[in-house]
């Protein structure tokens, strides 16, 4: 498969303060990336779909004020939380899909980032 | 809406038994659907795909079995074992240069040692 790194795995802060998680696509260039938010026993929310070099698309709901998103490179695709609080806490997962292919077909995903809002 | 429906929420199977998870959909702009493995603080990891003109598919133990007319496909977990407890979730992937992912609400499998 495709390999798809985030980082921090985990991220605690205080309220008001700005997040930034990192997504990175480390074997093959993604155009497209996806962020998502995931609650406890829940499936995935699609937040938006973020294109490089382009603005990203949010969902319905999803303020983009409050999640910037920025993907500057191939490689590279960032979420900021801005002015964080407690109900922004939630596990964040982006995916990358590889152009072209059969491994093109689908999302591949990175391993999350635990953002907890104090 | 939810445009892909998933049972069962949770499941509990012993030891070298089988699991089955189904999935239903309504789009039928959807061609491609992957199933995918979750485990606890870890992302999504694809597990099997299938596209819409194979009615089954195999990979080791893993077997997806897919019905168009009914627009219905199913996740088969043979001699399941206690390292395959994760959530499983199913997908649908739209046709089209976006393909963004609709996921099923999960299914919470557990396996018995």
């Known amino acids: 498969g495709a390999v798809v790194s985030q980082h921090p795995s985990r991220v605690i802060c205080k309220s008001g303060t700005s997040v930034k998680i990192e997504c990175r696509s480390l074997d093959f260039q993604a155009t497209t990336m996806f962020w998502y938010r995931q609650f406890p026993k829940k499936s995935l929310m699609l937040m938006a779909t973020s294109n490089e070099g382009s603005k990203a698309t949010y969902e319905q709901g999803v303020e983009k004020d409050k999640f910037l998103i920025n993907h500057a490179s191939l490689t590279l695709s960032t979420l900021t939380v801005t002015s964080a609080h407690p109900e922004d806490s939630s596990f964040y997962i982006c995916?990358?899909?590889?152009?072209?292919?059969?491994?093109?077909?689908?999302?591949?995903f990175g391993p999350g980032t635990r953002l907890l809002v104090l | 809406q939810q445009q892909v429906k998933q049972s069962p929420q949770s499941l509990i199977v012993q030891k070298g038994g089988i699991s089955i998870i189904n999935c239903a959909y309504e789009?039928?702009?959807?061609?491609?659907f992957p199933w995918y493995q979750q485990f606890p603080g870890k992302g999504p990891a694809l597990l099997i795909a299938?596209?819409?003109?194979?009615s089954e598919k195999k990979e080791g133990r893993f077997t997806i079995s897919f019905n168009k007319s009914a627009k219905q496909f199913s996740l088969h977990i043979m001699d399941s074992q206690p390292g395959d407890s994760a959530t499983y979730f199913c997908?649908?992937?739209?046709?089209?240069?976006?393909?963004?992912?609709?996921f099923g609400s999960g299914t919470q499998l557990t396996v018995l040692p």
């Open positions: 995916s990358a899909r590889v152009p072209g292919g059969p491994r093109g077909k689908t999302q591949y």
């Open positions: 997908a649908a992937i739209t046709a089209g240069s976006a393909r963004q992912l609709t």
């Open positions: 789009n039928t702009a959807f061609d491609y």
């Open positions: 299938i596209r819409p003109d194979v």
